[in-house]
Protein backbone atom coordinates (compact mmCIF):
# COMPACT_ATOMS: atom_id res chain seq x y z
CA UNK A 1 0.00 0.00 0.00
CA UNK A 2 1.30 3.66 -0.56
CA UNK A 3 1.42 4.39 3.21
CA UNK A 4 3.96 1.26 3.58
CA UNK A 5 6.00 2.46 0.88
CA UNK A 6 5.93 6.03 1.91
CA UNK A 7 7.19 5.23 5.14
CA UNK A 8 10.13 3.35 3.70
CA UNK A 9 10.74 6.11 1.77
CA UNK A 10 10.91 8.07 5.11
CA UNK A 11 13.26 5.95 6.11
CA UNK A 12 15.70 5.78 3.44
CA UNK A 13 15.41 9.98 3.76
CA UNK A 14 15.65 9.95 7.04
CA UNK A 15 19.81 10.20 7.26
CA UNK A 16 19.98 12.92 4.60
CA UNK A 17 17.59 15.16 6.83
CA UNK A 18 19.47 14.51 9.80
CA UNK A 19 22.64 15.80 8.07
CA UNK A 20 20.84 19.11 6.95
CA UNK A 21 19.31 19.63 10.57
CA UNK A 22 23.17 19.74 11.78
CA UNK A 23 24.22 22.00 8.72
CA UNK A 24 22.33 24.50 10.15
CA UNK A 25 22.00 28.24 8.38
CA UNK A 26 18.82 29.65 6.64
CA UNK A 27 17.93 29.21 3.25
CA UNK A 28 16.73 26.19 1.73
CA UNK A 29 16.51 23.04 2.81
CA UNK A 30 18.54 19.92 1.74
CA UNK A 31 18.15 17.12 -1.54
CA UNK A 32 17.08 17.14 -4.75
CA UNK A 33 17.69 20.60 -6.49
CA UNK A 34 15.27 21.30 -9.23
CA UNK A 35 17.41 24.22 -10.84
CA UNK A 36 14.55 26.57 -9.60
CA UNK A 37 15.01 28.90 -6.69
CA UNK A 38 13.34 27.01 -4.07
CA UNK A 39 15.57 23.57 -4.38
CA UNK A 40 12.91 21.47 -2.19
CA UNK A 41 13.36 18.72 -0.08
CA UNK A 42 11.82 16.57 2.27
CA UNK A 43 9.79 18.13 5.35
CA UNK A 44 8.55 15.56 7.83
CA UNK A 45 5.42 15.76 10.17
CA UNK A 46 4.22 13.53 13.29
CA UNK A 47 0.90 12.23 13.61
CA UNK A 48 0.58 11.09 17.15
CA UNK A 49 -3.04 9.40 17.80
CA UNK A 50 -5.02 7.05 19.50
CA UNK A 51 -4.91 4.23 17.24
CA UNK A 52 -5.89 1.61 19.81
CA UNK A 53 -6.82 1.73 22.92
CA UNK A 54 -10.59 3.56 24.98
CA UNK A 55 -11.12 5.85 21.74
CA UNK A 56 -9.75 4.25 18.80
CA UNK A 57 -12.38 5.16 16.62
CA UNK A 58 -11.48 8.47 17.20
CA UNK A 59 -8.11 8.03 16.16
CA UNK A 60 -8.66 6.60 13.56
CA UNK A 61 -11.53 9.17 11.73
CA UNK A 62 -9.38 12.29 12.81
CA UNK A 63 -6.53 9.97 10.80
CA UNK A 64 -7.98 9.33 8.38
CA UNK A 65 -9.13 12.88 7.55
CA UNK A 66 -5.54 14.01 8.03
CA UNK A 67 -4.36 11.69 5.43
CA UNK A 68 -7.23 12.60 3.10
CA UNK A 69 -5.80 16.00 3.54
CA UNK A 70 -2.03 15.26 2.57
CA UNK A 71 -3.06 12.75 -0.18
CA UNK A 72 -5.21 14.89 -1.65
CA UNK A 73 -2.12 17.28 -2.58
CA UNK A 74 0.41 14.63 -3.14
CA UNK A 75 1.67 14.87 -0.08
CA UNK A 76 3.21 18.11 -1.66
CA UNK A 77 3.82 22.09 -1.12
CA UNK A 78 5.63 23.83 -3.55
CA UNK A 79 8.40 21.92 -4.24
CA UNK A 80 8.70 19.76 -0.80
CA UNK A 81 7.26 16.64 0.28
CA UNK A 82 5.64 15.99 3.03
CA UNK A 83 6.17 12.78 4.61
CA UNK A 84 4.17 12.02 7.49
CA UNK A 85 5.46 9.58 10.78
CA UNK A 86 2.28 8.34 12.54
CA UNK A 87 2.47 7.01 15.44
CA UNK A 88 -0.20 5.12 18.03
CA UNK A 89 -0.16 6.95 21.40
CA UNK A 90 -2.98 4.82 22.90
CA UNK A 91 -4.80 6.98 24.73
CA UNK A 92 -2.06 7.09 27.40
CA UNK A 93 -0.72 9.86 28.25
CA UNK A 94 3.30 8.19 29.40
CA UNK A 95 3.18 6.91 25.79
CA UNK A 96 2.10 9.69 24.09
CA UNK A 97 4.99 11.51 26.15
CA UNK A 98 7.29 8.87 24.82
CA UNK A 99 5.97 8.84 21.30
CA UNK A 100 6.22 12.35 20.85
CA UNK A 101 10.01 12.23 22.09
CA UNK A 102 11.04 9.85 19.27
CA UNK A 103 9.28 12.11 16.85
CA UNK A 104 11.05 15.00 17.46
CA UNK A 105 14.47 13.29 18.11
CA UNK A 106 14.87 10.50 15.52
CA UNK A 107 12.14 11.43 13.13
CA UNK A 108 13.39 15.69 13.46
CA UNK A 109 9.27 16.38 12.63
CA UNK A 110 8.77 20.19 12.12
CA UNK A 111 5.39 19.46 13.22
CA UNK A 112 2.75 17.16 15.02
CA UNK A 113 -0.21 16.47 14.53
CA UNK A 114 -3.02 14.96 17.31
CA UNK A 115 -3.67 14.06 19.75
CA UNK A 116 -7.65 13.64 19.93
CA UNK A 117 -8.13 13.81 23.63
CA UNK A 118 -7.06 17.17 26.06
CA UNK A 119 -5.99 14.54 28.49
CA UNK A 120 -3.74 13.37 26.40
CA UNK A 121 -2.64 16.78 24.34
CA UNK A 122 -1.84 18.79 27.14
CA UNK A 123 1.47 16.95 28.19
CA UNK A 124 2.13 16.17 24.52
CA UNK A 125 1.70 19.85 24.06
CA UNK A 126 4.47 20.69 26.74
CA UNK A 127 7.24 18.44 25.57
CA UNK A 128 6.16 19.72 21.95
CA UNK A 129 6.81 23.84 23.41
CA UNK A 130 10.21 23.06 24.96
CA UNK A 131 11.98 21.56 22.06
CA UNK A 132 10.49 24.21 19.91
CA UNK A 133 8.34 21.90 17.19
CA UNK A 134 4.99 22.86 16.25
CA UNK A 135 1.82 21.32 17.45
CA UNK A 136 -1.49 21.23 15.81
CA UNK A 137 -3.85 19.57 18.31
CA UNK A 138 -7.20 19.00 15.85
CA UNK A 139 -9.24 18.12 18.26
CA UNK A 140 -8.26 19.06 21.89
CA UNK A 141 -10.89 21.70 23.32
CA UNK A 142 -9.57 21.92 26.97
CA UNK A 143 -8.78 25.53 27.66
CA UNK A 144 -5.62 24.91 29.18
CA UNK A 145 -4.22 23.32 25.98
CA UNK A 146 -3.15 26.49 23.95
CA UNK A 147 -2.22 29.25 26.33
CA UNK A 148 1.40 30.73 27.19
CA UNK A 149 2.85 28.38 24.33
CA UNK A 150 4.35 29.93 21.43
CA UNK A 151 4.20 26.56 18.90
CA UNK A 152 0.75 25.19 20.52
CA UNK A 153 -2.10 25.30 18.27
CA UNK A 154 -5.75 23.94 17.72
CA UNK A 155 -7.98 23.40 14.80
CA UNK A 156 -11.38 22.88 16.84
CA UNK A 157 -13.24 25.45 19.37
CA UNK A 158 -12.24 25.39 23.04
CA UNK A 159 -14.57 24.01 25.84
CA UNK A 160 -15.18 27.61 27.70
CA UNK A 161 -17.34 28.14 24.40
CA UNK A 162 -18.61 24.86 23.75
CA UNK A 163 -19.90 24.41 27.55
CA UNK A 164 -21.56 27.99 26.54
CA UNK A 165 -23.15 26.97 23.35
CA UNK A 166 -25.10 24.03 25.11
CA UNK A 167 -26.06 26.58 28.69
CA UNK A 168 -27.64 28.82 26.05
CA UNK A 169 -28.87 26.16 23.71
CA UNK A 170 -30.80 24.66 27.06
CA UNK A 171 -32.11 28.21 28.26
CA UNK A 172 -32.99 29.29 24.75
CA UNK A 173 -34.54 26.34 22.84
CA UNK A 174 -35.35 23.97 25.73
CA UNK A 175 -36.64 26.97 28.25
CA UNK A 176 -34.44 24.74 30.96
CA UNK A 177 -34.98 26.11 34.40
CA UNK A 178 -33.08 23.26 36.03
CA UNK A 179 -30.17 21.81 35.23
CA UNK A 180 -27.81 18.60 36.75
CA UNK A 181 -24.19 17.28 35.78
CA UNK A 182 -22.31 14.54 35.92
CA UNK A 183 -18.61 14.22 34.77
CA UNK A 184 -15.78 12.76 35.14
CA UNK A 185 -13.15 14.12 37.59
CA UNK A 186 -10.49 12.44 36.08
CA UNK A 187 -10.62 14.45 32.39
CA UNK A 188 -9.93 18.04 32.33
CA UNK A 189 -11.87 17.80 29.21
CA UNK A 190 -15.09 16.66 31.03
CA UNK A 191 -14.43 18.85 33.98
CA UNK A 192 -13.62 22.20 32.00
CA UNK A 193 -16.90 21.59 30.10
CA UNK A 194 -19.09 20.78 33.06
CA UNK A 195 -17.44 24.55 34.59
CA UNK A 196 -18.21 26.36 31.64
CA UNK A 197 -21.67 24.78 31.18
CA UNK A 198 -22.49 25.59 35.05
CA UNK A 199 -21.07 29.21 34.58
CA UNK A 200 -22.98 29.93 31.69
CA UNK A 201 -26.50 27.85 32.59
CA UNK A 202 -26.65 30.57 35.93
CA UNK A 203 -25.47 33.68 34.38
CA UNK A 204 -28.11 32.50 31.85
CA UNK A 205 -31.29 32.58 34.71
CA UNK A 206 -31.07 29.03 35.21
CA UNK A 207 -30.35 26.32 38.71
CA UNK A 208 -27.85 24.03 38.90
CA UNK A 209 -29.45 21.58 41.29
CA UNK A 210 -27.35 19.03 41.52
CA UNK A 211 -23.39 18.52 40.64
CA UNK A 212 -21.93 14.97 40.42
CA UNK A 213 -18.88 13.05 39.46
CA UNK A 214 -16.94 9.57 38.55
CA UNK A 215 -13.48 8.24 37.50
CA UNK A 216 -12.18 6.96 34.20
CA UNK A 217 -13.29 3.59 33.64
CA UNK A 218 -16.15 3.70 35.98
CA UNK A 219 -18.99 1.14 34.86
CA UNK A 220 -21.40 2.05 37.68
CA UNK A 221 -22.86 5.75 37.96
CA UNK A 222 -26.54 4.37 39.73
CA UNK A 223 -25.88 6.14 43.09
CA UNK A 224 -24.97 9.42 41.45
CA UNK A 225 -27.70 8.91 38.92
CA UNK A 226 -30.43 8.44 41.76
CA UNK A 227 -28.81 11.50 43.45
CA UNK A 228 -30.07 13.13 40.74
CA UNK A 229 -32.82 11.73 39.52
CA UNK A 230 -34.65 13.03 43.14
CA UNK A 231 -33.81 16.63 42.14
CA UNK A 232 -35.92 16.00 38.63
CA UNK A 233 -33.98 18.41 36.72
CA UNK A 234 -35.14 19.92 32.97
CA UNK A 235 -31.76 18.74 31.33
CA UNK A 236 -28.87 16.41 32.47
CA UNK A 237 -25.27 17.64 30.88
CA UNK A 238 -23.45 14.58 30.42
CA UNK A 239 -19.56 16.19 28.92
CA UNK A 240 -17.80 12.91 28.12
CA UNK A 241 -17.17 10.83 25.52
CA UNK A 242 -19.39 8.35 23.89
CA UNK A 243 -18.44 5.22 25.71
CA UNK A 244 -19.26 6.14 29.31
CA UNK A 245 -21.83 8.05 27.95
CA UNK A 246 -23.78 5.48 26.31
CA UNK A 247 -23.84 3.80 29.87
CA UNK A 248 -24.92 6.20 31.75
CA UNK A 249 -27.70 7.37 29.76
CA UNK A 250 -29.11 3.49 30.03
CA UNK A 251 -28.38 3.57 33.50
CA UNK A 252 -29.83 7.11 33.82
CA UNK A 253 -33.11 5.74 32.37
CA UNK A 254 -33.37 2.71 34.77
CA UNK A 255 -33.32 4.90 37.82
CA UNK A 256 -36.02 7.15 36.55
CA UNK A 257 -34.17 10.04 35.42
CA UNK A 258 -36.58 12.11 32.46
CA UNK A 259 -34.55 15.07 32.00
CA UNK A 260 -33.19 16.09 28.61
CA UNK A 261 -29.64 14.55 27.90
CA UNK A 262 -26.85 16.82 26.67
CA UNK A 263 -23.14 16.65 25.52
CA UNK A 264 -21.09 18.12 23.74
CA UNK A 265 -18.49 16.89 20.99
CA UNK A 266 -17.44 13.56 22.92
CA UNK A 267 -20.54 12.23 21.88
CA UNK A 268 -20.04 12.18 18.15
CA UNK A 269 -19.37 8.65 17.23
CA UNK A 270 -22.08 6.48 15.99
CA UNK A 271 -21.02 3.92 19.09
CA UNK A 272 -22.87 6.25 21.21
CA UNK A 273 -26.46 4.69 19.82
CA UNK A 274 -25.00 1.69 19.66
CA UNK A 275 -24.13 1.88 23.57
CA UNK A 276 -26.86 3.90 24.30
CA UNK A 277 -30.35 2.42 22.96
CA UNK A 278 -33.55 4.27 23.09
CA UNK A 279 -32.33 5.77 26.33
CA UNK A 280 -29.97 8.00 24.14
CA UNK A 281 -32.42 9.79 21.46
CA UNK A 282 -33.51 12.83 21.91
CA UNK A 283 -30.80 14.51 23.47
CA UNK A 284 -28.54 17.17 21.73
CA UNK A 285 -24.88 17.65 21.66
CA UNK A 286 -22.94 20.43 20.82
CA UNK A 287 -20.15 19.80 17.76
CA UNK A 288 -17.90 20.99 15.10
CA UNK A 289 -19.52 20.08 11.99
CA UNK A 290 -22.37 18.76 10.67
CA UNK A 291 -23.00 16.83 7.65
CA UNK A 292 -26.23 18.67 6.65
CA UNK A 293 -23.77 21.96 6.50
CA UNK A 294 -24.35 23.46 3.39
CA UNK A 295 -20.86 25.28 2.05
CA UNK A 296 -18.87 24.15 -0.85
CA UNK A 297 -16.03 23.64 1.08
CA UNK A 298 -17.65 20.94 3.45
CA UNK A 299 -19.45 19.21 0.26
CA UNK A 300 -16.84 18.39 -1.39
CA UNK A 301 -14.64 17.07 1.06
CA UNK A 302 -17.70 14.81 2.30
CA UNK A 303 -17.76 13.38 -1.34
CA UNK A 304 -14.15 12.80 -1.05
CA UNK A 305 -14.16 11.40 2.06
CA UNK A 306 -16.77 8.91 1.38
CA UNK A 307 -14.94 8.14 -1.94
CA UNK A 308 -12.19 7.40 -0.08
CA UNK A 309 -13.44 5.55 3.09
CA UNK A 310 -16.72 4.10 1.94
CA UNK A 311 -18.22 6.41 4.97
CA UNK A 312 -19.26 9.65 6.60
CA UNK A 313 -16.75 12.15 7.89
CA UNK A 314 -17.46 12.47 11.53
CA UNK A 315 -16.38 16.31 13.06
CA UNK A 316 -13.11 14.63 14.03
CA UNK A 317 -12.48 13.50 10.57
CA UNK A 318 -13.43 17.21 9.08
CA UNK A 319 -11.00 18.70 11.89
CA UNK A 320 -8.08 16.56 11.38
CA UNK A 321 -8.25 17.33 7.56
CA UNK A 322 -8.40 21.46 8.87
CA UNK A 323 -5.44 20.62 11.05
CA UNK A 324 -3.18 19.31 8.14
CA UNK A 325 -4.73 21.66 5.75
CA UNK A 326 -3.76 24.61 7.93
CA UNK A 327 -0.24 23.17 8.31
CA UNK A 328 0.49 22.93 4.43
CA UNK A 329 -1.42 26.74 3.95
CA UNK A 330 1.20 27.72 6.59
CA UNK A 331 4.28 25.88 5.02
CA UNK A 332 2.98 27.21 1.48
CA UNK A 333 3.48 30.85 2.73
CA UNK A 334 6.80 30.10 4.62
CA UNK A 335 8.12 28.81 0.95
CA UNK A 336 6.27 31.59 -1.08
CA UNK A 337 8.10 34.51 1.34
CA UNK A 338 11.27 32.76 0.38
CA UNK A 339 11.59 31.02 3.52
CA UNK A 340 12.56 27.70 4.88
CA UNK A 341 9.65 25.72 5.53
CA UNK A 342 11.81 23.08 7.23
CA UNK A 343 12.51 25.08 10.05
CA UNK A 344 9.58 24.99 12.46
CA UNK A 345 9.74 28.76 13.72
CA UNK A 346 9.05 30.12 10.74
CA UNK A 347 6.24 28.08 10.19
CA UNK A 348 5.10 28.52 13.70
CA UNK A 349 4.78 32.19 12.46
CA UNK A 350 3.13 31.38 9.45
CA UNK A 351 0.25 29.39 11.17
CA UNK A 352 -0.32 32.43 14.19
CA UNK A 353 -1.07 34.64 10.81
CA UNK A 354 -3.67 32.76 9.30
CA UNK A 355 -6.54 34.76 8.47
CA UNK A 356 -9.80 33.76 7.32
CA UNK A 357 -8.60 30.53 6.14
CA UNK A 358 -11.68 28.33 4.44
CA UNK A 359 -11.82 25.10 6.41
CA UNK A 360 -14.68 22.49 6.37
CA UNK A 361 -15.53 23.09 9.82
CA UNK A 362 -15.54 26.72 9.46
CA UNK A 363 -13.40 29.75 8.50
CA UNK A 364 -10.45 30.28 10.71
CA UNK A 365 -8.38 32.89 12.94
CA UNK A 366 -6.57 32.74 15.50
CA UNK A 367 -7.13 34.17 18.53
CA UNK A 368 -4.26 35.47 21.05
CA UNK A 369 -4.42 31.81 22.49
CA UNK A 370 -4.52 30.50 18.81
CA UNK A 371 -7.68 29.48 19.19
CA UNK A 372 -9.44 29.54 16.22
CA UNK A 373 -13.09 31.96 16.66
CA UNK A 374 -15.87 29.73 14.78
CA UNK A 375 -18.97 28.48 15.49
CA UNK A 376 -20.65 25.46 16.84
CA UNK A 377 -23.70 23.65 15.52
CA UNK A 378 -26.13 21.96 18.14
CA UNK A 379 -27.14 17.67 17.00
CA UNK A 380 -29.94 15.91 17.81
CA UNK A 381 -29.72 12.35 18.58
CA UNK A 382 -32.64 10.49 16.75
CA UNK A 383 -33.30 7.18 15.19
CA UNK A 384 -31.70 7.85 11.58
CA UNK A 385 -28.73 9.14 13.55
CA UNK A 386 -27.73 12.88 14.04
CA UNK A 387 -29.87 15.68 12.94
CA UNK A 388 -28.65 19.43 12.79
CA UNK A 389 -30.70 21.66 14.70
CA UNK A 390 -28.77 25.18 14.82
CA UNK A 391 -25.26 27.09 14.69
CA UNK A 392 -24.41 28.94 17.35
CA UNK A 393 -21.61 31.86 16.81
CA UNK A 394 -19.23 32.95 19.81
CA UNK A 395 -20.56 36.36 21.11
N1 LIG B 1 -12.74 17.53 22.49
C1 LIG B 1 -12.35 16.27 23.03
C2 LIG B 1 -11.22 16.52 24.03
O1 LIG B 1 -10.65 17.54 24.04
C3 LIG B 1 -11.95 15.29 21.96
C4 LIG B 1 -13.02 15.08 20.92
C5 LIG B 1 -13.17 15.96 19.87
C6 LIG B 1 -13.87 14.03 20.99
C7 LIG B 1 -14.16 15.79 18.89
C8 LIG B 1 -14.84 13.85 20.06
C9 LIG B 1 -15.02 14.72 19.00
O2 LIG B 1 -10.88 15.68 24.82
Known sequence: MHWARRAALAALLAGSLALAACGGGGGSAPTSGDGGGSQGGTIKVGLLMPLTGQISQFGEQTSNGVKLAFQQKGSKVGNYTIDVVTEDDKNDEAEAVQRVQKLITEDQVVAVIGSVSSRISIPVSE????????????????????????????????????????????????????????????????????????????????????????????????????????????????????????????????????????????????????????????????????????????????????????????????????????????????????????????????????EGFKGVTGTITFDENHNPVKDAVVLQTTQDGHKYVTTVSPQ
Not at 207 to 214: G, H, I
Not at 347 to 352: F, S
Request: charged residues 20%.
Open 127 to 354: VLEQASVVHISPTSTADALTPGKEFVFRACFYDSFQGRVMARFAREHLNAQTAAILYDITNPYSEGLYKSFEAAFKELGGQVVKVESYQKGDQEFRAQLTSIASTHPDVLFLPDYYNPVGLIAQQARQVGVEATLLGADGWDDSQVYELGGDAILNGYFSNHYSIEQDNPESKAFVEAYRQEYGQDPSALAALGYDAANLLMDAIQRVIDGGGDPTDPRQIRDALEKT
